[in-house]
């Protein structure tokens, strides 16, 4: 049976929310062609680039969304041209009316994401983010005031249709304190409860709830059209950046045995399936003294590693060169896989979760024509 279309957007963004992305990023639902949240997706199809042979093998396995790692859409598009190969692959989704999804760095972030998958090929050790997540700018405090026995069906309201109340996999989550509320109106009032000239007491319960600052406008709506009251008493507070334990950018492995690097080296050469890295290695790691310390950064993680402790090891997919000379001087070591080598192989553990999530309803194809650009010759 099919999954609706903002159902699977939804399960995806509890896989990876997408409010831990770094703000630089496009991410979320890309390509919408069909304009309808009810679309029914049975066939969801995985690849880390969206290129035009990767679309098309999408079309021929009957994929019904694709999702790709990277954003096919990144940085504005000014028009849509046959004649560029970016603006293209756009203009097929379009055509062939298949909806595109990019969870990016948001899965780059999230606990059991790629970053996880990539430290774990290390070896088994504590794990920690590089960088911790500074979020929650984006997300408010709702607070209303509301009769009694109207707080569930508003409670309801804004969580089912403006999205309020979502607190990791727990919805529809709010607090209530039971007080009374005044008010006076004017000859122009039309209260429902009381009289107009006259001082008015009820009971009421003051209702916050947690809401993106995106589903303000979609809040008020709801507020307005199903309080009871002409003029609702509702605020909304800005909160400040927090991130729960585990999100975060990169991954800092201290592992439970350190190691020597050849053996390291053959552990991530395993576990991404490559026969051939790249190795920048420091005078002592050459002459065999263990590692116990990685520093983690799937695609390129140069400018992430700047900001980051020092480790024994940094393993990424591309570093330029002057970071990496400056890194080994310093007495670490570095292992370089190409960009898209580091982020690959966590696409079928990536499907598994899918399926598992939509408890199966969902079929997950991953693209045999996606790989990196690079090739050893």
């Known amino acids: 049976m099919a999954v609706r279309l903002a159902d699977v957007l939804t399960l995806l963004d509890r896989i990876a929310p997408l409010r831990f992305a770094e703000p630089w990023d496009n991410v979320g639902l890309l390509v919408d062609?069909?304009?309808?949240?009810t679309l029914g997706v049975s066939r969801a199809f995985l690849t880390i680039e969206l290129s035009?042979?990767?679309l098309g093998e999408a079309v021929e396995r009957r994929a019904e969304l694709i999702i790709a790692y990277h954003p096919p859409i990144f940085s504005g598009l000014k028009r849509l041209r046959q004649r560029n190969p970016e603006e293209r692959v756009v203009l097929q989704a379009i055509r062939a009316e298949?909806?595109?999804?990019?969870?990016?760095?948001?899965?780059?972030?999230?606990?059991g994401g790629v970053n996880d998958w990539l430290a774990s090929v290390l070896g088994r050790g504590r794990v920690e983010p590089l960088l911790r997540s500074a979020v929650g700018?984006?997300?408010?405090?709702?607070?209303?005031?509301?009769?009694?026995?109207?707080?569930?069906?508003?409670?309801n309201a804004l969580s089912e249709?403006?999205?309020?109340?979502?607190?990791?996999?727990?919805?529809?989550?709010?607090?209530?304190?039971?007080?009374?509320?005044?008010?006076?109106?004017n000859d122009q009032a039309n209260p429902q409860v009381g009289q107009r000239g006259h001082l008015e007491s009820v009971d009421e319960l003051r209702m916050e709830m947690v809401c993106d600052r995106k589903a303000l406008p979609r809040v008020a709506e709801v507020i307005h059209r199903v309080h009871p009251y002409e003029e609702p008493a509702w605020e909304a507070y800005p909160l400040e950046p927090t991130a729960p334990p585990g999100f975060g950018m990169g991954r800092l492995l201290t592992l439970d045995e350190p190691a020597p690097l050849s053996a390291l080296v053959d552990r991530v050469k395993r576990g991404l399936?490559?026969?051939?890295?790249?190795?920048?290695?420091?005078?002592?790691?050459r002459e065999g003294l263990p590692l116990r310390t990685a520093a983690v950064c799937a695609g390129a993680g140069g400018s992430l590693f700047e900001k980051a402790p020092p480790a024994d090891l940094?393993?990424?997919?591309?570093?330029?060169?002057?970071?990496v000379r400056a890194r080994?001087?310093?007495?670490?070591?570095?292992?370089?896989?190409?960009?898209?080598?580091?982020?690959?192989?966590?696409?079928?553990?990536?499907a598994q979760r899918i399926v598992e999530a939509s408890g199966g309803a969902l079929k997950v194809i991953l693209s045999s024509r996606d790989r990196d650009p690079f090739e050893t010759v």
């Not at 700018?137 to 409670?155: S, T």
């Not at 399936?273 to 790691?285: E, N």
Request: charged fraction near 20%; charge should be negative.
């Open 98 to 111: 298949l909806p595109v999804y990019s969870p990016h760095t948001a899965l780059d972030a999230a606990p």
């Open 273 to 285: 399936g490559l026969a051939h890295v790249r190795v920048a290695a420091s005078r002592r790691h």
């Open 52 to 54: 035009d042979d990767v």
């Open 33 to 37: 062609p069909t304009s309808s949240s």
């Open 161 to 185: 249709e403006a999205g309020a109340g979502v607190i990791g996999n727990y919805s529809h989550c709010s607090f209530n304190l039971l007080g009374r509320g005044t008010f006076w109106g």
């Open 137 to 155: 700018a984006a997300e408010l405090k709702l607070v209303v005031f509301v009769p009694a026995d109207r707080a569930d069906a508003l409670r």
């Open 314 to 323: 940094y393993l990424t997919g591309e570093m330029r060169h002057h970071d």
């Open 328 to 350: 080994v001087a310093a007495g670490h070591t570095v292992i370089l896989c190409e960009h898209t080598n580091t982020e690959r192989g966590y696409l079928p553990l990536y």
